[in-house]
Structure formats: structure tokens, C-alpha cells
């Protein structure tokens, strides 16, 4: 099968059950799939802003386990604009 366009990516994907559709949502069925495109995105910087989306949520998750205010502030303010 050759796939060609977007459209025709996702809806292979959904048919194999790499996706799921509803209500118009595109989502990652299962928490083994969804796990693999995670670290997958963690490693891919040519995947723009997904990947730079999964590095500072992983900053932020550490700051905030951490109690770590000032790397928060930090990263709002890059991400965010003034806090």
C-alpha cells in the first residue's frame, strides 16, 4: 500500500488501530502505544513543536515534583510570555 498524503496515514493507522477516532478527536488507543509515541517524541527534535512540547513538560514535571518555583517561573515565562 502506498500512502501518499496525511489523510491517508491516519485513516491506515486508525484502521490497524494505531489510532482511534470519535467525535472528531484523533487519540492513541493504549497506554503501550502511547508510551512508545512518547518516547519516540523525546528524541525526535525534527518533530518541532511536539518535541519541544514533551521536553518542557518533562522540566516542568521534574521543577514541580521537585518544589522547584524558580525553574517554573522560568520555563512559563520562555513558554508563556510574563507570568
Known amino acids: 500500500m502506498e500512502l501518499k498524503t496525511k489523510d491517508e496515514i491516519f485513516s491506515a493507522m486508525v484502521v490497524y488501530g494505531f489510532l482511534s477516532y470519535a467525535d472528531g478527536c484523533v487519540s492513541i488507543p493504549n497506554k503501550e502505544l502511547m508510551d512508545k509515541f512518547a518516547e519516540m517524541v523525546r ?27 524558580d525553574t517554573m517561573v522560568e520555563i512559563l515565562e520562555r513558554c508563556c510570555g510574563n507570568v
Open 43 to 69: 528524541k525526535r527534535p525534527d518533530f518541532g513543536y511536539i518535541y519541544r512540547l514533551a521536553v518542557e513538560s518533562g522540566k516542568m514535571l521534574t521543577a514541580t515534583r521537585k518544589g522547584d518555583t
